[in-house]
């Protein structure tokens, strides 16, 4: 208690009390879930679901929250590990394997919220109506173009029913990625998220 109090004596008034009983599920810890957990992290939330099969690569390194000794170990469990480095109290639940529409509901049932943070686009679509099929009445924020850099006026939050997406709506990682981009994104997926779970509508 000493400690979450000590860390959120800046966090906004009403917002530290919410979020520590929320749940949000992660999906895909790259570029987008990784930075997206440790804002949600800080924030506040008391629990997080993170889902993601793979290892981290010397090209992850260039945009997402891992750092050379990361290099081959599974993403799961190095997001988890400097989250805890962040907060101890943090509780997580950690799935190291792919992300279907069979076993979604299964996954992140738990959550109020999915962060959709998926490279491949037809892994995104088919999260989406995996998870808004069994969860209609909750909502999906999902990251759509974040790629190249500058043009930040272009990224915007488009709200569809209970799918929020953040970024420009066009670009596609044929245009590389960067960190400054990718982050911005991500943090504009978190931002989304708490602003959900304080009752707000993006």
């Not at 929250?65 to 962040?86: M, P, S, Y």
């Not at 991500?186 to 304080?198: C, H, K, P, S, T």
């Amino acid at each position: 208690m000493t400690e979450r109090m000590d860390i959120f004596t800046r966090n906004v008034p009403g917002m530290t009390a919410r979020l520590r009983s929320a749940t949000v599920a992660v999906a895909g810890c790259g570029g987008l879930g990784s930075n997206v957990a440790v804002a949600l992290a800080r924030a506040g939330v008391g629990r997080l679901i993170l889902a993601d099969r793979d290892v981290v690569e010397a090209s992850n390194l260039n945009r997402q929250f891992f750092f050379l000794g990361d290099i081959g170990r599974r993403k799961v469990e190095a997001t988890a590990e400097h989250l805890q480095n962040i907060r101890t109290d943090l509780d997580l639940v950690l799935h190291d394997l792919m992300v279907t529409p069979d076993n979604t509901a299964s996954l992140f049932g738990d959550a109020e919220i999915l962060v959709e943070a998926f490279d491949d686009a037809g892994e995104k679509i088919r999260l989406i109506e995996a998870w808004t099929r069994a969860f209609p009445d909750r909502f999906i924020v999902c990251g759509n173009g974040l790629a190249g850099y500058g043009r930040t006026g272009d990224l915007k939050v488009v709200r569809t029913g209970r799918i929020v997406f953040c970024g420009d709506m066009e670009s596609d990682m044929s245009g590389g990625l960067a960190a400054p981009r990718v982050l911005t994104v991500a943090a504009m997926q978190a931002n989304v998220v708490v602003e959900l779970l304080m009752g707000g509508s993006p």
